[in-house]
């Protein structure tokens, strides 16, 4: 099992840039999580999804969307780069409220 | 508001010493607690868990004990090794929400 994927790990992108960062699970697992990561602190969620159809907001969840039209993928779409958005950005799933595997991250860069 | 905090930013210990890693909460209803373990550029992984009607719970070299009277939460790591070297994060499920995060805890082990 490849677990949690995300794409790409890193990528700059310019101020009012739009992008798409990619998640995908092999584990079957309904629940799905987006947390960022600023340096030296703790995640923080953005959005979750309890399975296919449904998102919820988290902690963070403005410029931000997101989408679950499969159980497998959970993107998570920046509309208008800003450079507050510069973070990590982590992936997660699980099967109740507690993200068991997290994918390696993407590392976000905005100019 | 709610918050999940630990004691100490870092910790450094002598390989085969015994860790204790802490962590304090300020609101009681919670489902699970979580220790999560996060090496550099990577994303955290799951150590172990507790449910909130437990006191201690033991895995491989890990012991959770939670202290509910004091809202108190640690991680013992028995011998510890340079392996275990990394940060640290409590984390908590509030009632039908997803996780909260801590900070962390930098755990250094010299040989």
């Known amino acids: 099992n490849a677990g949690v994927t995300q794409t790409p790990k890193f990528r700059i992108l310019k101020i009012g840039q739009s992008m798409t960062l990619q998640c995908t699970q092999d584990m079957n697992h309904n629940y799905m999580y987006w947390y960022r990561q600023d340096p030296g602190m703790g995640l923080k969620l953005i959005y979750y999804?309890?399975?296919?159809?449904?998102?919820d907001k988290g902690e963070v969840p403005n410029g931000y969307n997101v989408s679950r039209s499969t159980t497998e993928d959970f993107p998570l779409r920046l509309e208008l780069a800003a450079p507050s958005q510069t973070s990590v950005y982590f992936c997660?799933?699980?099967?109740?409220?507690?993200?068991?595997?997290f994918g390696d991250g993407t590392r976000l860069s905005i100019l | 508001g709610e918050s999940v905090g630990l004691h100490l930013p870092t910790l450094s210990v002598q390989e085969g010493d015994n860790s204790i890693i802490n962590c304090a909460y300020s609101?009681?209803?919670?489902?699970?607690f979580i220790w999560y373990k996060q090496e550099s550029g990577k994303g955290p992984q799951f150590i172990i868990d507790i449910r909130s009607n437990m006191d201690k719970r033991q895995g491989q070299r890990v012991t959770v004990l939670l202290n509910k009277t004091v809202k108190h939460l640690s991680l013992q790591i028995a011998a510890t090794q340079p392996g275990d070297s990394a940060v640290y994060f409590c984390?908590?499920?509030?009632?039908?929400?997803?996780?909260?995060f801590g900070k962390g805890t930098t755990l250094s082990v010299s040989s």
């Open positions: 609101n009681s209803a919670s489902d699970y």
């Open positions: 999804s309890v399975g296919a159809g449904i998102t």
């Open positions: 997660a799933s699980g099967e109740r409220h507690q993200p068991q595997h």
């Open positions: 984390a908590r499920t509030p009632a039908g929400t997803a996780l909260i």
